[in-house]
């Protein structure tokens, strides 16, 4: 190949990856603008919700209500761009897989919404309300006087839900690199130490600065590894069994020669 042949293939790809952020960002922009008119009746259930009662919540800013819809919208917004992102990085990265990974990828994509939806989920009803109680329970104690702004409520809500949403794709993440061959089992728990180091880092970068927000958030984070160890060997039996399979098919070739 020649040199501007590899230069007019490099622009072509650059071109492709700007073409596909640019569906993304308009998916993600009409994701915003839904979610700022179904803002309201999320905003009226979370508020109603159990672990908001017994709170009289404060704008402490002219733009907190504002800042409360559009933090809604933008959760409404992931939910519904994050399969697309998904599917938009596989059209990008496809041609260059096999046939058997491009059909393995694209079957994965609708699972993205339910793991994600699932983590939302998860987060809330029972992450949450324990952080809550917990964070209360020692104010409380310290003799405070509770004062509580709307915004910090739903940035304390968010900044839990949101990352351990998208880190319930973990799994998915594990079972398609092992489809791809890149990870197995047995790589998988040679690295266990390393990756419950990062989980537990990520848990603590990603909660707020109380102990047991880290370690409720830890503990589903480590579960989450341990069971993507379970489905990676759950692809990799299967991939064994294929490739034994091959290879008895070949060798009665061989000797049916």
């Known amino acids: 190949?020649?040199?501007?042949?590899?230069?007019?293939?490099?622009?072509?790809?650059?071109?492709?990856?700007?073409?596909?952020?640019?569906?993304?960002?308009?998916?993600?922009?009409?994701?915003?603008?839904?979610?700022?008119?179904?803002?309201?009746?999320?905003?009226?259930?979370?508020?109603?919700?159990?672990?908001?009662?017994?709170?009289?919540?404060?704008?402490?800013?002219?733009?907190?209500?504002?800042?409360?819809?559009?933090?809604?919208?933008?959760?409404?917004?992931?939910?519904?761009?994050v399969p697309f992102i998904v599917y938009q990085l596989w059209a990008f990265i496809s041609p260059g897989l096999r046939p058997v990974e491009r059909s393995a990828a694209l079957r994965y994509v609708p699972y993205v919404f339910v793991l994600f939806i699932l983590g939302i989920a998860f987060a809330y009803y029972i992450v949450f309300p324990m952080a809550l109680s917990f964070t209360i329970t020692i104010t409380r104690s310290m003799g405070l006087e509770e004062t509580y702004g709307i915004a910090q409520y739903f940035s304390f809500m968010f900044s839990l839900v949101i990352p351990l949403a998208l880190l319930f794709e973990l799994p998915l993440v594990v079972?398609?690199?092992?489809?791809?061959?890149?990870?197995?089992?047995?790589?998988?728990?040679?690295?266990?130490?390393?990756?419950?180091?990062?989980?537990?880092?990520?848990?603590?970068?990603?909660?707020?600065?109380?102990?047991?927000?880290?370690?409720?958030?830890?503990?589903?984070?480590?579960?989450?590894?341990?069971?993507s160890v379970f489905l990676s060997s759950f692809v990799y039996r299967k991939q064994l069994a294929m490739d034994r399979e091959l290879e008895a098919r070949y060798v009665r070739k061989e000797e049916s020669r």
């Open 1 to 81: 190949m020649s040199l501007e042949a590899e230069e007019m293939s490099v622009v072509d790809h650059l071109t492709e990856l700007r073409r596909r952020i640019i569906y993304v960002l308009v998916v993600f922009v009409a994701g915003l603008v839904a979610g700022l008119f179904v803002a309201k009746p999320i905003y009226l259930y979370l508020i109603h919700a159990d672990m908001a009662q017994g709170f009289v919540l404060h704008a402490f800013s002219f733009w907190d209500g504002i800042g409360m819809y559009v933090k809604i919208a933008m959760a409404v917004s992931l939910a519904v761009s």
């Open 175 to 227: 079972m398609f690199l092992t489809k791809l061959r890149i990870l197995n089992p047995l790589r998988l728990r040679k690295m266990r130490r390393y990756a419950y180091f990062a989980l537990v880092f990520i848990a603590v970068v990603i909660t707020p600065p109380d102990f047991i927000s880290d370690f409720l958030v830890t503990i589903p984070l480590l579960v989450l590894y341990e069971f």
